[in-house]
């Protein structure tokens, strides 16, 4: 161990407690910062423990908050903590922020942050000092708005990095990459997820085959066999977000094909066949990769189509459990649910009383609605090896009551703004922050 940097006070009643083991030196770790320090010992009735201001310094630790304490036996060292950091790769110091862009989203994380232990910073990948194992941090205060410091790398990472574009610069993947390299730090939602590549992870759950829709990659005879086969399919970009560049395809009773496109309004065309469609359409998908996926006779919501839009989250317990479930119904004339595309919000209880009317229909329902939650969850956690904290599952209902798992999203967006329950709108935004303190070690 290399010379101590100044001394950690400790009560004797907190050192039995924790079982740290007498010595002169020990290392005390906030994050991925590793300090050496002189222990000290206190004789009081009380349990706690004290920074000197130099190590208080080396540390990075601010006044605002107490961190908690605990002794890491496996690498023998004190851990203080939880140290959160919500990955982001840009900060706006505007007054009027829109409440359903990102840039609100951190503002109310940072806000909700203040009733959780430890410190929560917003940091992006230009603010790293790998060399010094710091970053420049930021923390909204109302009325000032974003504060910035100098805060060890954190003991967790809550990737918020908010669109595939710039999840695919290069600064950002060596970022994310050399975080997830690191000894001690945790990191949850690393990417977005590719809708082909979920397909095939789920399919290799028997479970949950039933209530997945027929999906293949795009092309000319997939996308032929498939019309043969659905009256009605949707062709999909793998990694597209937001119903953005949707193409539903509706096969007409002479066997030609008529689609619209739904981008920023709807455009629609006809074509003789999956040959011609697929020349059509080729400006309009460029090179990004498609699927082609089943129409499904779906149940509608005074008669218009809707799905059910759950967003899956883990707890300070590490247990998976429904944050927010409610329906999204489509504008008049339209197939897409999408809120960003027109459509709005219902609650699913009302949605649910209008389809299956029976209490007990609407419990089996919701029971099964739960159960095939969790299934996908860790059928997808256990294929993709990475670690998710939360996850947006858009569930479309059969006529006869049977769900269908339509999309997953790794980074599923929450607003602000809400006509539902308030509670539950800060609830889903303060649990992955509850997880964050979990993983990191510490019970929220």
Same mark, same amino acid.
């Given at each position: ?40 010992? $206190?004789?009081? !009735? *009380?349990? +706690?423990?004290?920074?000197?201001? @130099? ?6 630790? =601010? &006044? %605002? ?90 003991? $967790?990472?809550? !990737? *918020?990095? +908010?669109?595939?574009?710039?999840? @695919? ?6 970022? =994310? &990459? %050399? ?266």
């Amino acid at each position: 161990m290399s010379s101590p940097v100044g001394k950690i006070y400790i009560s004797n009643p907190l050192m039995k407690k924790l079982g740290i083991p007498l010595q002169a030196q020990v290392s005390v770790r906030v994050g991925c910062l590793m300090v050496p320090s002189q222990l000290v010992i $206190v004789n009081n !009735d *009380r349990s +706690s423990y004290l920074l000197s201001p @130099a190590l208080a310094r080396a540390l990075h630790v =601010k &006044k %605002r908050k107490a961190l908690r304490i605990r002794y890491d036996r496996d690498h023998n060292h004190i851990h203080l903590g939880p140290t959160v950091g919500i990955l982001s790769t840009f900060l706006s110091n505007r007054a009027d922020v829109d409440p359903t862009s990102v840039q609100a989203e951190l503002i109310y994380l940072s806000q909700v942050a203040r009733s959780l232990p430890g410190q929560v910073f917003v940091f992006t990948p230009a603010g790293i000092n790998w060399s010094q194992c710091t970053t420049r941090g930021y923390v909204y205060r109302q009325g000032g708005g974003w504060v910035s410091a100098t805060y060890p790398l954190p003991d $967790v990472v809550y !990737d *918020r990095v +908010s669109s595939r574009t710039i999840e @695919a610069r290069e600064t950002v993947r060596e970022t =994310k &990459k %050399r975080l997830q390299a690191m000894p001690f730090l945790k990191y949850f939602n690393p990417s977005f997820l590719n809708k082909w590549k979920v397909h095939q992870m789920l399919w290799t759950n028997l479970e949950i085959r039933p209530y997945l829709p027929e999906t293949r990659p795009l092309s000319t005879e997939n996308l032929r066999d498939m019309l043969q086969e659905y009256r009605v399919v949707f062709v999909k970009p793998a990694n597209g977000s937001l119903g953005k560049g949707i193409i539903k395809i509706t096969r007409t009773e002479r066997g030609g094909l008529k689609y619209v496109i739904y981008r920023r309004g709807r455009v629609g065309g006809t074509a003789d066949n999956a040959e011609e469609f697929m020349h059509k359409t080729r400006k309009e998908r460029g090179d990004r990769i498609y699927i082609v996926q089943q129409g499904l006779d779906l149940a509608t919501y005074r008669g218009r189509p809707f799905d059910v839009r759950i967003v899956y989250q883990k707890n300070g317990k590490g247990e998976w459990q429904i944050g927010k479930k409610f329906v999204r119904v489509a504008p008049p004339g339209s197939s897409i649910s999408n809120l960003s595309s027109g459509g709005h919000a219902e609650t699913s209880k009302k949605v649910f009383r209008y389809l299956f009317q029976k209490n007990n229909l609407i419990n089996q329902k919701n029971n099964q609605l739960k159960q095939l939650c969790l299934t996908i969850a860790n059928t997808l956690e256990r294929a993709a090896g990475g670690n998710f904290g939360e996850l947006g599952l858009d569930i479309g209902m059969g006529k006869d009551g049977h769900p269908y798992l339509i999309e997953v999203n790794s980074k599923p967006r929450k607003t602000t703004e809400t006509e539902l329950s308030i509670n539950i709108m800060r609830n889903t935004f303060k649990r992955p922050l509850e997880y964050s303190v979990f993983l990191a070690g510490f019970r929220s």
